[in-house]
C-alpha cells in the first residue's frame, strides 16, 4: 500500500470480512463513523493516529519495507 487511497478498499474488505458495520469498527477504533467513511472512500486528509487506530482495531500492525530492498522496519 503506497497512499491513504489504497488502504480504503483494504480496510472495507477487513471490515466486511469480520461482518462489522461502519459503526462498529469505529466505536471498536475510538473513532468517528465519519472517519471511517472518508477513509473507505480514499479521502486523502484523514489523521494518521486515527488511520493506525482503525488498523488496530481490525486486528493489524503496520511495517515500513523499503522499496529497493524489501527490508521490514518495525
Known amino acids: 500500500m503506497r497512499t491513504v487511497r489504497e488502504a480504503g478498499p483494504l480496510v472495507r474488505e477487513l471490515r466486511e470480512e469480520r461482518a462489522w458495520s461502519q459503526a462498529e469498527l469505529a466505536r471498536r477504533a475510538s473513532v468517528s463513523r465519519t472517519f471511517v467513511i472518508d477513509l473507505e472512500s480514499g479521502k486523502a486528509s484523514v489523521e494518521t493516529s486515527k488511520f493506525m487506530d482503525v ?4 486486528g493489524f500492525e503496520i511495517a515500513i ?10
Not at 488498523?55 to 481490525?58: D, P, R, S, T, V
Not at 519495507?65 to 518495525?74: F, H, K, Q, S, Y
Open 65 to 74: 519495507r523499503d522499496n529497493e530492498t524489501g527490508a521490514v522496519r518495525w
Open 55 to 58: 488498523f488496530q482495531a481490525l
